[in-house]
């Protein structure tokens, strides 16, 4: 890493990962049994490297200019009894953004992004008693250009923080889309800060990789409808309060968030036993949740900590909702 006041400063990291899972049968060899049928077994095998690397640089105490680029590939290979799945995903980020300061350290950015993303899958069944119609090779490919602007500002001799957001992405299939967001932080006192936050975004689902169950179950998938992008709309605060004493220090935290999602995919089991029907779902779909959390340390030896946490999530299907 390099850095100083003015002029260049670069940033790097690296990362590799290595995993296998494997789960079955107490005779189940992955060597000799995978993806057949003699012994019954489960096992993934998952590689991905990944690196980013961010340079900037700096003209005087108002102007910044900065670039950022991100990528990882990761492969998989999966079996689930008779059924394999083998994917190889390649992610690319990259944005270029200008930061402005003006008044008391007040900092307008603004930008261009792409993101690229391609993913090709195979399923394959080595028996098909079932007669499972989704097995075949799927490919997914995403160009997906960006602009973005975020302003931060700072008031009441910093005791307040504002961010508002606003960026747009275009999707082809579905043109521009365009993501509000805004955060407000307040130091209410040296030990209790106050902060609340609201905001749009979107994403794209990825059936197999996210709902292995599917691989796994006796069910046939089907897509009844062209997918969408996921949809939601996010809000909530959070509130933390420090806290310490002659030989004990802590403190205590509490989330509380809520989510409404205007698009959501997941695969309906209920329709027909023998299926997974997987389908753009625009019905009332929503998230609560709320967490409290507390942390003791006395006297620089014992750490006490709890947690509770309260989830609320449903779907409503013609009246009725479905947790």
């Given at each position: 890493?390099?850095?100083?006041?003015?002029?260049?400063?670069?940033?790097?990291?690296?990362?590799?990962?290595?995993?296998?899972?494997?789960?079955?049968?107490?005779?189940?060899?992955?060597?000799?049994?995978?993806?057949?049928?003699?012994?019954?077994?489960?096992?993934?095998?998952?590689?991905?490297?990944?690196?980013?690397?961010?340079?900037?640089?700096?003209?005087?105490?108002?102007?910044?200019?900065?670039?950022?680029?991100?990528?990882?590939?990761?492969?998989?290979?999966?079996?689930?009894?008779?059924?394999?799945?083998?994917?190889?995903?390649?992610?690319?980020?990259?944005?270029?953004?200008?930061?402005?300061?003006?008044?008391?350290?007040?900092v307008l950015k603004a930008g261009i992004s792409y993101r690229y993303s391609r993913l090709n899958e195979a399923i394959r069944f080595s028996s098909n008693t079932l007669n499972r119609s989704y097995g075949g090779d799927?490919?997914?490919?995403?160009?997906?250009?960006?602009?973005?602007?975020?302003?931060?500002?700072?008031?009441?001799?910093?005791?307040?923080?504002?961010?508002?957001?606003?960026?747009?992405?275009?999707?082809?299939?579905?043109?521009?889309?365009?993501?509000?967001?805004?955060?407000?932080?307040?130091?209410?006192?040296?030990?209790?800060?106050?902060?609340?936050?609201?905001?749009?975004?979107?994403?794209?689902?990825?059936?197999?990789?996210?709902?292995?169950?599917?691989?796994?179950?006796?069910?046939?998938?089907?897509?009844?409808?062209?997918?969408?992008?996921?949809?939601?709309?996010?809000?909530?605060?959070?509130?933390?309060?420090?806290?310490?004493?002659?030989?004990?220090?802590?403190?205590?935290?509490?989330?509380?968030?809520?989510?409404?999602?205007?698009?959501?995919?997941?695969?309906?089991?209920?329709?027909?036993?023998?299926?997974?029907?997987?389908?753009?779902?625009?019905?009332?779909?929503?998230?609560?949740?709320?967490?409290?959390?507390?942390?003791?340390?006395?006297?620089?030896?014992?750490?006490?900590?709890?947690s509770y946490v309260y989830l609320d999530v449903y779907q409503e299907k013609i009246g009725r909702a479905h947790v």
């Amino acid at each position: 890493v390099c850095s100083s006041d003015l002029g260049w400063s670069t940033q790097f990291g690296v990362r590799y990962v290595s995993e296998r899972r494997i789960g079955g049968q107490m005779q189940f060899d992955y060597e000799e049994d995978k993806g057949g049928d003699l012994h019954y077994g489960q096992a993934v095998t998952i590689s991905q490297p990944e690196g980013w690397f961010k340079t900037a640089y700096r003209f005087n105490d108002r102007h910044r200019l900065a670039f950022y680029t991100s990528a990882f590939r990761q492969d998989q290979q999966s079996y689930f009894g008779v059924t394999s799945y083998k994917a190889g995903q390649t992610n690319m980020y990259a944005n270029i953004q200008h930061e402005f300061s003006y008044g008391e350290e007040h900092v307008l950015k603004a930008g261009i992004s792409y993101r690229y993303s391609r993913l090709n899958e195979a399923i394959r069944f080595s028996s098909n008693t079932l007669n499972r119609s989704y097995g075949g090779d799927y490919f997914t490919k995403e160009d997906i250009p960006g602009v973005f602007a975020e302003n931060t500002l700072h008031l009441f001799d910093d005791r307040i923080t504002c961010i508002t957001g606003l960026r747009g992405d275009y999707y082809a299939p579905q043109g521009w889309g365009f993501t509000p967001r805004a955060m407000i932080k307040w130091d209410a006192s040296e030990d209790l800060i106050i902060r609340a936050s609201a905001g749009t975004g979107w994403r794209i689902a990825r059936i197999f990789s996210e709902n292995v169950g599917l691989l796994a179950s006796s069910r046939d998938v089907v897509f009844a409808e062209k997918l969408n992008p996921e949809e939601a709309l996010n809000m909530g605060c959070n509130a933390t309060y420090k806290f310490s004493g002659e030989s004990i220090e802590g403190n205590l935290s509490m989330d509380i968030y809520h989510t409404v999602f205007r698009n959501q995919i997941f695969p309906d089991y209920d329709s027909d036993p023998n299926l997974a029907i997987i389908r753009n779902y625009t019905g009332r779909s929503v998230s609560n949740g709320f967490q409290f959390e507390g942390q003791i340390s006395l006297f620089d030896r014992v750490s006490l900590k709890a947690s509770y946490v309260y989830l609320d999530v449903y779907q409503e299907k013609i009246g009725r909702a479905h947790v």
